[in-house]
């Protein structure tokens, strides 16, 4: 059993065969998916999927979408939050290396994010990419109670600072390139167990040495388990007990299994 801690389930990619994805998911052992929400529109869209499908969701404003906030767009938020499927505020964070919105806008939704959290109490699906050590000077200045450091692939200083900071850390298909992927091979040693969890990032980051690769190299949940026997190898420790630990640590991070969580999909998945 395996808990997606991040998918991109509402991307456009998945449209023509959602439900053959989940039922593929589902017979690999992942139990379990958090659909990510990127904008509010997004995540009204993650959470449609999460009410249908028996998943859960995120709401949030990625960086990239940072310039197309508004007055409107924390009180939107704030109304998702409310359902009891949404387990998460997020995506959201600082994006410095493509830098779709500028760093005023991004900092600015992010600190209005964060805030967002601590009034909700709910946990933060974080995202930094080439923004340390900005990035952490803004969570430092937040008593938020959880958050995870989604799809982590930065450096040593990088890691030491979130854990600091007492971030989770999320491991994606990124372990899994020789190429890009060999440091964190080494770094995902020094990640406590109790604070491990696992993603796919889907339909992105497929798992570079996955045989054979799937058709247009689209990233499902299905494939969790490959990243779960790569980061187990690097633990030196059995993939079962890998499996067992990541489930637990995203059930309590989440609080997937409190009461009122759980309910029945409306329909049937595909065989």
């Known amino acids: 059993m395996l808990v997606d ?3 991109n389930l509402a991307h456009a990619s998945f449209h023509g065969d959602l439900e053959a994805v989940l039922a593929r998911a589902h017979a690999a052992g992942v139990t379990r998916i958090v ?7 997004d995540s009204r869209a993650a959470l449609a999927l999460a009410e249908r499908y028996d998943l859960f969701s995120t709401a949030g404003v990625h960086p990239h979408h940072a310039r197309e ?3 409107t767009t924390i009180d939107s938020l704030r109304r998702l939050l409310e359902h009891p499927r949404v387990v998460a505020v997020g995506e959201c964070g600082l994006d410095f290396n493509r830098n ?4 005023p806008d991004q900092e600015k939704w992010f600190e209005a994010q964060l805030a967002l959290a601590v009034e909700t109490r709910k946990p933060l699906f974080l995202h930094s990419r080439d923004a340390h050590p900005r990035f952490s000077q803004i969570l430092a200045a937040f008593k938020f109670e959880r958050a995870v450091a989604h799809c982590f692939t930065g450096s040593r200083e990088e890691l030491r600072a979130y854990l600091d900071l007492g971030l989770y850390i999320g491991i994606t298909g ?3 390139d020789e190429r890009r992927g060999r440091p964190l091979l080494e770094l995902v040693r020094e990640i406590p167990a109790d604070r491990l969890l696992l993603e796919t990032d889907a339909p992105y980051l497929t798992p570079r040495d996955l045989h ?3 058709k247009a ?3 499902e949940p299905a494939f969790l388990p490959h990243v779960a026997r790569t980061v187990a190898r690097a633990l030196g420790r059995p993939f079962e007990d890998v499996a067992e630990q990541t489930t637990r640590n995203a059930l309590r991070f989440f609080a997937l299994d409190e009461p009122g969580r759980a309910a029945r999909p409306q329909r049937p998945l595909a065989a």
């Open 5 to 7: 801690i991040g998918a």
């Open 35 to 41: 659909v990510t929400g990127t904008s509010v529109a």
């Open 69 to 71: 906030c508004d007055e």
């Open 100 to 103: 779709y919105s500028p760093h």
């Open 174 to 176: 990124w372990i899994c």
């Open 212 to 214: 054979p690769q799937p």
């Open 217 to 219: 190299r689209r990233n």
